[in-house]
């Protein structure tokens, strides 16, 4: 017994996250002199996890290095399983677990999907800044419509709500005030995750969990996070295990035209019928 203790006080821990605060749980438990690691995911999407480590008298039976996927609602999903290499020594273990919400398997430039206009029909708005845009949108494919605070947004595609932050009420043009963005993301069924960003605080109508339809109203744009004035920020993207994204451009059905487009920065647009 006092071996297989020595094991346990040796495996240190450590955990990095590389989005928002993430609902994933990693833990081990010691069967017959061998110890598994597992993840609890209480998201309602994947999380992608990168498992990184040094051991001295142990084997992983996950290679460092490793990305894997784990699922949405997936409860003990088995990671590595460690065992001693010669039990008459002492043995040391120290891993890290970079996650990010979504999978990063999943991967597109471009997609065929015809996505609807986020707003609603009989308005008009502005594409104040489009792709690669000069202040916040550099080599992004992100779109800034023209909203004003209030004023509703709908889906431009179905999909499961995974994530919803609604009550900051600070904004700012830098960067750093990127954490008080209130924001809707929605997971689509390519893998592709669609975020709808600075809503009004308090201002979501759905919740995580809830399956929403193609122009269902989500919510209330503002002015919150990084930002210079009211407006509504759309992209959508695939992640990468660093926190970066894969940003994807998207057509749009749009009035005046028999085909979706892509949409272009400082032309306004209006929702097809």
Request: hydrophobic share 35%; proline share 2%; glycine share 6%.
């Amino acid at each position: 017994m006092k071996r297989i203790f020595i094991l346990f006080l040796m495996i240190l821990f450590n955990f990095t996250f590389s989005q928002d605060s993430i609902r994933l749980k990693i833990y081990r438990e010691n069967v017959e002199k061998v110890n598994f690691l597992y993840a609890d995911n209480d998201e309602f999407a994947p999380v992608s996890l990168e498992y990184s480590f040094t051991a001295n008298n142990l084997s992983s039976s996950l290679a460092d290095k490793s990305v894997i996927i784990i699922p949405a609602k997936t409860k003990k999903f088995p990671i590595s399983e460690l065992k001693a290499i010669d039990s008459k020594k002492g043995t040391n273990f120290k891993y890290n677990a970079y996650y990010v919400l979504g999978d990063v398997n999943v991967n597109f430039s471009e997609t065929n999907f015809n996505y609807s206009l986020p707003f609603a029909k009989n308005k008009k708005y502005l594409i104040y800044q489009g792709y690669n845009g000069n202040f916040s949108h550099q080599h992004t494919y992100s779109l800034d419509f023209s909203l004003k605070t209030g004023e509703e947004v709908y889906a431009a595609r179905e999909g499961k709500v995974v994530q919803v932050i609604a009550n900051n009420d600070k904004n700012c043009a830098i960067k750093n005030c990127a954490k008080f963005n209130n924001k809707i993301v929605i997971l689509h069924g390519d893998g592709t995750l669609a975020e709808y960003v600075h809503l009004k605080q308090n201002g979501s109508k759905v919740k995580v969990g809830e399956n929403v339809t193609q122009n269902q109203l989500l919510g209330f744009s503002g002015n919150t996070g990084w930002s210079k004035g009211p407006h509504l920020h759309f992209s959508v993207f695939t992640p990468k295990i660093d926190g970066e994204r894969n940003y994807i451009k998207t057509k749009f059905k749009v009035d005046g035209s028999k085909n979706a487009i892509y949409l272009e920065e400082k032309k306004s647009y209006s929702k097809s019928n």
